[in-house]
């Protein structure tokens, strides 16, 4: 069985680049693939299934023809897209994760997560994550009208932008003993996660035995993502000019 993982696209009408490279992926790449895994931050923000925005139904159109081949297809929300819900499943026809899930992959038990929990250091942005994630308080956001919800988007996505300027980068990294935790709670030696734009697989030793983790790229003109069949690599796409 072949199967893509990506993550991290932040589609939005703005970013052509990356939505040309999209298309162009779900269309030649995915179009060879059995199962596609979305591990969040698809869109630079959703706020809400009842967003009826013409390029917002363009992206879920190409993903309803890629289900509709007989493929799996799997979601999972990220920082950006925390408010995916089930109605945007049922639309594409794929199913939406938990937060951190565990999969086979090329023979060996994976830890498929977004990994913004992973990264401790930055304790406003936990802080942040905890607020968002809670039920009351996305209730509330779903409540408002739809234009207000896009102004507290945008607002959100400005004031992420510049706290992003004033942190060191570690901080905005993954925190390797949170990262061992998890695992441990998961009983699992492989990781595969996004969030960062650091793509990159990660040897290390965890409780004296080979462990791995393995990260995304985000989406401009190219991107890195996962290609997994009897093994797992890590490799490019290009827009096609």
């Known amino acids: 069985m072949l199967t893509y993982l990506i993550s991290d696209l932040h589609l939005s009408p703005e970013h052509e680049s990356g ?39 363009q992206i ?31 639309r594409t026809g794929g199913s939406l994760l938990a937060d951190e899930v565990v999969v086979d ?26 607020m968002v994630r809670q039920s009351a308080w996305q209730q509330a956001l779903l409540s408002k009208p739809l234009a207000e919800r896009k102004a507290i988007a945008a607002e959100m996505r400005r004031k992420s932008r510049e ?23 998961h009983d699992v030696r492989q990781v595969i996660h996004g969030h960062t734009h650091r793509p990159a697989r990660h040897e290390f030793s965890l409780d004296g035995q080979p462990a791995t983790r393995w990260v995304f790229g985000d989406w401009h003109e190219s991107a890195k993502i996962l290609r997994v069949d009897s093994k797992i690599e890590l490799f490019d796409i290009a827009l096609n000019p």
């Open 60 to 90: 879920i159109a190409l993903f309803r023809a890629f289900s509709d081949a007989g493929k799996a297809l799997f979601f999972m929300r990220g920082n950006r897209d925390f408010l995916l819900g089930e109605q945007f499943a049922e």
């Open 163 to 185: 706290s992003q300027q004033n942190k060191a980068e570690y901080i905005m990294d993954i925190n390797q003993q949170a990262l061992e935790l998890t695992m441990h709670q």
């Open 19 to 57: 939505t040309a490279l999209f298309q162009q992926f779900i269309k030649r790449e995915a179009a060879q693939a059995d199962c596609l895994y979305v591990l969040g931050d698809l869109f630079e923000a959703w706020v809400g299934d009842d967003d009826d925005d013409p390029y917002l139904q």
């Open 105 to 130: 992959m090329a023979g060996q038990r994976t830890l498929l997560l977004h990994g913004d929990q992973l990264c401790t250091d930055d304790t406003a942005y936990q802080q942040f994550r905890q």
